[in-house]
Nanobody, 122 residues
């Protein structure tokens, strides 16, 4: 089993910054991909950013240029640095990881964090 613990959410004014973190623990052999999704009231969960083990990153158009995703691989942790926040960034942010475990290296499972609330408001 793999567990994800998210932190860093909170209330911030428009134009402000927040950094989210998500730490994975358990029987982990490798993590090919670490991602952030978000979901606001009345909307479906949407992709925000991902960071691959190769070092590559991808961003949704809505956050490109404002958000930065990064990984601390020795600590199995992913971060999301959010700058110049807008009210439309308000959502519950979820960490998502693809994990290859120590039991079966060829099998990949996906895990979700508990979510952390980000509210951007004056």
């Amino acid at each position: 089993q793999v567990h994800l613990v998210e932190s860093g959410g909170g209330l911030v004014q428009p134009g402000g910054s927040l950094t989210l973190s998500c730490a994975a623990s358990g029987d982990i052999f490798s993590i090919p991909a670490m991602r952030w999704y978000r979901q606001s009231p009345g909307k479906r969960r949407e992709f925000v950013a991902d960071a691959l083990s190769s070092g590559g990153t991808n961003y949704a158009d809505s956050v490109k240029g404002r958000f930065t995703i990064s990984r601390d691989n020795p600590k199995n942790t992913v971060f999301l640095q959010m700058n110049r926040l807008k009210p439309e960034d308000t959502a519950v942010y979820y960490c998502n990881v693809d994990v290859r475990d120590l039991v079966q290296h060829t099998s990949t499972n996906t895990y979700w964090g508990q979510g952390t609330q980000v509210t951007v408001s004056s």
